[in-house]
């Protein structure tokens, strides 16, 4: 079986996708967040969503001008001669 049929628990979801076991509790309350399975009273993760839903939160930002006003350097003091 590869990696990623395989079933996690929450433990391992929350280190996984960085958010702490007390958030994962309140998103599967409130329905929200990463896909979970109830098999009896366990709860576990497959870990190819808890990576899709990481991957899913990604922002792309863009790329910074060159030369933009937080590049320049400051003007020289001119010497007196």
Request: aromatic letters at 10%; proline letters at 6%.
């Amino acid at each position: 079986m590869n990696s990623y049929g395989v079933y996690i628990d929450e433990k391992e979801a929350s280190r996984l996708c960085g958010i702490p076991v007390p958030t994962l509790r309140n998103h599967r309350y409130r329905k929200i967040g990463i896909p979970f399975y109830k098999m009896g009273r366990s709860i576990r993760y497959k870990r190819i969503e808890v990576l899709d839903f990481v991957e899913g939160s990604r922002v792309i930002t863009k790329p910074i001008k060159r030369n933009s006003r937080w590049d320049q350097k400051e003007p020289k003091e001119e010497q007196n001669a």
